[in-house]
Each structure stands twice: as C-alpha cells, then as structure tokens.
C-alpha cells in the first residue's frame, strides 16, 4: 500500500475526520501552521455579523447588559469564554479569565507573583524561552522590581533551590522545538521550594491534554489565536488557582478590575474573585470570534484531538522515513514529550520553508535554522500529512529551495 494510499485509509477510519469540514480552508492549502493562527471557523464570521449588526447596530449600548433577543450581555464575556477555557485545562470555571494579550497578561502575572513573594525576587526561566517572557520579565526588572536568572532546562530543578528565587516562569510547548515539560513535575519542586509558577500555555491549550488543578499550578496564561481559532490578535487568557485569589494583586488595576466598576469612586478596591485580574473594557468583537473558536474545541474535546495530533506527527514523519528524507528533526522522538508539532533543522529552512509555502503547504521558519510544522488536529488529515511529506522530499531532493524566489524575508515569518 502506498503512503497516500495508507493516509487515505486513516482518514476514512478518522472519528474528528467530519471536524474538518466546521472550517473555512482554501483549495490547494495544506495548512501546517494552525500552531501560529488557527483557521476560520466556519461559523465566526456569521457570529461576528450577528455581534455587529444586531447587537452593536441595533442593540448599541444596551447589549452591555443583554443582546437583543434576551441573550447574554457583553459584560460577561471575560468570565463566560475564560470559564469555557478552564474546560479545556483543567481548571475551575472562576479560575481563568479572557482578556488582554499573552504578553500583557505575563507582565501581570509576573508582578502578581513578585508581590505574593515578599523576600525574594528572582524570576527564574530558561534561555530560549519565547521572547516575549524574556523581554517581560526585562521590563520589570529595570523598573527595579525583580532580577532574571535563566538556567537550561535540565538544571532547573536544582535552580529552584535557590532561597531568593519567586517565580519560575516557563513556556510549557516550546514553541520552536515543541518540546513539552513535565509540568507537573516542575510545578511540584517549585512548591517545595517556596516558588510560585506561571506556564505560558499558548501551545498547548487546544493541542495537548492539561490539569492544572492536579499539578498544582499557580499560575498561567495562553493564547487565544493558535489552536483555540480565535482569530488574529484574539483576546488571551489568565489563570490563577482559586487559593490565591485573595491575595493576589496585579498591576494594571483599571476599572474593570474594581470590585465596583461602575460605583465611581476614587480608591481603588481589587474584586473578589479572578475578574481582579481585568483592567479595561474587554474586547467585544475579537471575544465573540474567540468563543466560537474555545466552544467548538471543546465540542471536539481535547483527549481526542490530543491523541490524533500525536498520530498525524507520527505518521508524517513515518512518511519522511518512507521518503528516504534525512533531516534532523530537533523535537522530542516520543510524541508524549512533544505538542502538536515537528520541527527540523535546516541550514537554509527559511528558503525550503518558502518552497513548501509556493507547492501550498503553508508551514513557517523560526530564526535561525528552523522549519516549523504545526499539526493543528481539528482540520489536518493523515492524506495532508503524505502530501506535504512527498512536497517536502521533492524540493529537497531537486534544490527548488534555491531559486532566487524563495530567498526573500517580509515583516513577518
Ligand atoms: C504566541 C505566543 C505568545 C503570544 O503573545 P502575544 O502577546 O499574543 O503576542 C506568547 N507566548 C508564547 C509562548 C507564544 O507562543
């Protein structure tokens, strides 16, 4: 049996194969790249007509309190798509709230921690994290507030002993490799050691299995654009476990942080629960795109979608092997240890990455070596996987990448 012939049997055999079609994608596309901007929900753009039309157009100021009709009001948004989120990780409903960006939420977190941490003021990560960690934690440090100590991963553990560390601050998929740490683990050694946690989840959340709960995390933030479909620049997510809402403070205390936002007085009074953590009026559109994309998610359900994204990587790179295509694949072998990607170090991976893009396999190039290949599980088949190999093996094997087309670099990549 041929590969393509093979993938076609799987998909044919697919439970979340009919999944595929709740998805607007392009003819001709193979859209390796749902770990950067999930793909359209087929029925966002009819939500967002329905938000703007109905609801802004005619509801105007009165949707804030409910939609016309009777439906939900505006103002629970933040609570109503962060309670669906905590579905998909392992949390409980008033532990997680949608708003902000990823960034914007580390940068609260991480000044939420130092404060819960009198004493010590250490942020504790490793080198390589993804930028935006790194350069947050940055900020507050030349505001004085913290000091940035990055240890390789294997020498985390023992690093957490150390007695003026506050915070361990770690990206759980890492987004280059997709190497995935043992959050429990860590998370468990933290709390020995008097150390807070804080997972930056925006590659696992849609992609792999997650219990925060279980694994004692303080914590957490996430992304609402990658496997959560929420669209580009959608609203992020923040988690803190219920035994630390009372005493947890953030820095971007807005009104809609206040116990009372519309009771207008001049002192700041944080609110009870995790709405503390908002601070101005949330986003009404890019929520509303956002909850069609966490809802159908988690109609799919994450055991299933975590369990074909570790068979589409499988397959795939069954299908390089088959190929005969030597490249070193710089994630982990065991697809437990790893998120819903692969990716493969190349001397020129950004022209092989343009290559592939012009046959329309859509993947992306991370500095300075690396091809990326998200396997986004709710809309990949296994028949993607053989052809996107077979594009893959070919343009190795003829030095397409060379040509001067593919050497160009734009904005973003
Ligand atoms: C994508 C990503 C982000 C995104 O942050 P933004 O504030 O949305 O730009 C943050 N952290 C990680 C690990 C990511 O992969």
Same mark, same amino acid.
């Given at each position: 049996?041929?590969?393509?012939?093979?993938?076609?049997? %799987?998909?044919?055999?697919?439970?979340?194969?009919?999944?595929?079609?709740?998805?607007?994608?392009?003819?001709?596309?193979?859209?390796?790249?749902?770990? $950067?901007? &999930?793909?359209?929900?087929?029925?966002?753009?009819?939500?967002?007509?329905? #938000?703007?039309?109905?609801?802004? !157009?005619? &509801?105007?100021?009165? $949707?804030?309190?409910?939609?016309?009709?009777?439906?939900?009001?505006?103002?629970?948004?933040?609570?109503?798509?962060?309670? /669906?989120?905590?579905?998909?990780?392992?949390?409980?409903?008033?532990?997680?709230?949608?708003?902000?960006?990823?960034?914007?939420?580390?940068? /609260?977190?991480?000044?939420?921690?130092?404060?819960?941490?009198?004493? %010590?003021?250490?942020?504790?990560?490793?080198?390589?994290?993804?930028?935006?960690?790194?350069?947050?934690?940055?900020?507050?440090?030349?505001?004085?507030?913290?000091?940035?100590?990055?240890?390789?991963?294997?020498?985390?553990?023992?690093?957490?002993?150390?007695?003026?560390?506050?915070?361990?601050?770690?990206? +759980?998929? +890492?987004?280059?490799?997709?190497?995935?740490?043992?959050?429990?683990?860590?998370?468990?050694?933290? =709390?020995?050691?008097?150390?807070?946690?804080?997972?930056?989840?925006? +590659?696992?959340?849609?992609?792999?299995?997650?219990?925060?709960?279980?694994?004692?995390?303080?914590?957490?933030?996430?992304?609402?654009? /990658?496997?959560?479909?929420?669209?580009?620049?959608?609203?992020?997510?923040?988690?803190?476990?219920?035994?630390?809402?009372? %005493?947890?403070?953030?820095?971007?205390?807005?009104?809609?942080? +206040?116990?009372?936002?519309?009771?207008?007085?001049?002192?700041?009074?944080?609110? =009870?629960?995790?709405?503390?953590?908002?601070?101005?009026?949330?986003?009404?559109? !890019?929520?509303?795109?956002?909850?069609?994309?966490?809802?159908?998610?988690?109609?799919?359900?994450?055991?299933?979608?975590?369990? /074909?994204?570790?068979?589409?990587?499988?397959?795939?790179?069954?299908?390089?092997?088959?190929?005969?295509?030597?490249?070193?694949?710089? $994630?982990?072998?065991?697809?437990?240890?790893?998120? $819903?990607?692969?990716?493969?170090?190349?001397?020129?991976?950004?022209?092989?990455?343009?290559?592939?893009?012009?046959?329309?396999?859509?993947?992306?190039?991370?500095?300075?070596?690396?091809?990326?290949?998200?396997?986004?599980?709710?809309?990949?088949?296994?028949?993607?996987?053989?052809?996107?190999?077979?594009?893959?093996?070919?343009?190795? %094997?003829?030095?397409?990448?060379?040509?001067?087309?593919?050497?160009?670099?734009?904005? #973003?990549?």
């Amino acid at each position: 049996m041929s590969i393509l012939d093979e993938a076609r049997a %799987r998909d044919a055999a697919d439970p979340l194969a009919r999944y595929r079609d709740r998805f607007i994608l392009p003819d001709g596309v193979i859209y390796l790249d749902g770990n $950067s901007l &999930g793909a359209l929900p087929r029925a966002t753009p009819a939500r967002l007509a329905q #938000v703007v039309e109905s609801e802004w !157009g005619d &509801g105007l100021i009165r $949707s804030w309190n409910a939609a016309p009709g009777g439906g939900p009001g505006w103002i629970g948004l933040p609570r109503r798509v962060g309670g /669906k989120i905590a579905a998909l990780i392992g949390a409980k409903p008033h532990e997680v709230v949608a708003c902000d960006s990823t960034s914007v939420n580390l940068h /609260k977190l991480i000044a939420a921690a130092l404060m819960m941490q009198p004493g %010590r003021r250490v942020i504790l990560s490793e080198p390589g994290n993804f930028p935006t960690n790194l350069y947050m934690i940055a900020g507050l440090e030349a505001q004085g507030l913290c000091e940035r100590r990055l240890v390789p991963s294997e020498r985390l553990a023992a690093a957490l002993g150390e007695p003026d560390v506050a915070l361990l601050l770690l990206t +759980h998929v +890492h987004y280059k490799t997709g190497a995935m740490h043992d959050m429990a683990a860590l998370s468990r050694a933290a =709390r020995k050691a008097g150390v807070l946690t804080l997972w930056d989840l925006s +590659h696992s959340a849609g992609a792999v299995e997650l219990d925060l709960e279980a694994a004692g995390v303080d914590l957490a933030v996430g992304c609402g654009y /990658k496997y959560l479909n929420g669209g580009p620049g959608a609203p992020a997510f923040a988690y803190a476990a219920e035994r630390h809402h009372d %005493r947890l403070r953030q820095p971007l205390t807005g009104w809609f942080g +206040h116990a009372r936002p519309f009771a207008f007085v001049d002192d700041y009074d944080p609110a =009870r629960g995790i709405d503390r953590l908002l601070a101005g009026t949330p986003p009404v559109l !890019g929520l509303a795109a956002l909850e069609v994309g966490v809802d159908l998610v988690g109609e799919i359900g994450i055991a299933p979608l975590a369990a /074909k994204s570790r068979e589409l990587s499988g397959f795939f790179l069954n299908c390089l092997e088959e190929l005969n295509v030597a490249l070193e694949c710089v $994630s982990p072998p065991d697809p437990l240890r790893r998120g $819903s990607q692969l990716s493969f170090r190349h001397a020129d991976a950004f022209a092989v990455c343009q290559a592939l893009i012009a046959r329309g396999v859509v993947g992306d190039f991370r500095a300075p070596d690396v091809l990326r290949l998200g396997f986004a599980p709710a809309y990949l088949r296994f028949a993607d996987m053989a052809q996107a190999a077979r594009h893959l093996a070919d343009i190795l %094997r003829s030095g397409e990448w060379r040509e001067e087309r593919f050497q160009t670099r734009s904005a #973003v990549t």
